[in-house]
């Protein structure tokens, strides 16, 4: 599976990439050689913790670079009238009968709680290039599913402050 990528998610990718190998790689190797010296380490509880804290940095670095390596580049081909990439959305939720307004953004950038969801997820899916008027499906799994119907289509762009998740 590839992941969808616009360019400047993969640059700040590779920022994210650069700075955990120049900055926290470093302060890690430190932090463990320090715990390492207050002795037994069978029962050092700042080693075990450094030593984690540096596998927890060099996964991220392996985690970003596969992600980068598989990426597939994206850039946002919707019309002016339907919803596409980063555009804000505002769909009725029939079930709930309520509006919710959610932002489009790729995998990297979702984060549900902010009201940005990834183009990949069951409901980006189902509203990605539909239009104003539009009823559609949101299918949760091979049972369920809701119906939502498209209020607003707000076109945007891509924002810089829309960071990474973990960056």
Same mark, same amino acid.
């Given at each position: 599976?590839?992941? @969808?990528?616009?360019? /400047?998610?993969?640059?700040?990718?590779? =920022?994210?990439? =650069? !700075?955990?190998?120049?900055? *926290?790689?470093?302060?890690?190797? @430190?932090a463990v050689k320090e715990a390492r010296a207050h002795g037994d380490?069978?029962?050092?509880?700042? %080693?075990?913790?450094?030593?984690?804290?540096?596998?927890?940095? =060099?996964?991220?670095?392996? !985690?970003? =670079?596969?992600? $980068?390596?598989?990426?597939? $580049? $994206?850039?946002?081909?919707?019309?002016?009238?339907?919803?596409?990439?980063?555009?804000?959305?505002?769909? %009725?939720?029939?079930?709930? @009968?309520?509006?919710?307004?959610?932002?489009? *953004?790729?995998?990297?950038?979702?984060?549900?709680?902010?009201?940005?969801?990834?183009?990949?997820?069951?409901?980006?899916?189902?509203?990605?290039?539909?239009?104003?008027?539009?009823?559609? !499906?949101?299918?949760? /799994?091979?049972?369920?599913? !809701? %119906?939502? *119907?498209?209020?607003?289509? @707000?076109?945007?762009?891509?924002?810089?402050?829309?960071?990474?998740?973990?960056?």
């Open positions: 599976m590839y992941d @969808e990528l616009t360019r /400047n998610d993969i640059l700040k990718m590779q =920022e994210e990439i =650069e !700075y955990r190998k120049i900055v *926290v790689r470093k302060e890690a190797l @430190e380490l069978s029962e050092n509880f700042e %080693y075990h913790a450094a030593k984690k804290d540096k596998n927890k940095n =060099e996964s991220r670095i392996r !985690y970003l =670079e596969r992600m $980068i390596k598989t990426a597939r $580049i $994206i850039e946002d081909s919707s019309a002016a009238d339907e919803a596409g990439l980063f555009n804000t959305i505002t769909l %009725y939720i029939e079930d709930d @009968e309520e509006e919710e307004t959610y932002k489009l *953004v790729t995998t990297v950038r979702g984060n549900s709680v902010q009201g940005r969801i990834s183009i990949e997820s069951p409901l980006g899916k189902a509203i990605l290039g539909h239009r104003v008027g539009d009823r559609v !499906y949101v299918k949760i /799994n091979e049972k369920n599913g !809701y %119906y939502a *119907v498209i209020r607003k289509i @707000e076109k945007t762009t891509e924002d810089e402050s829309d960071t990474l998740r973990n960056f």
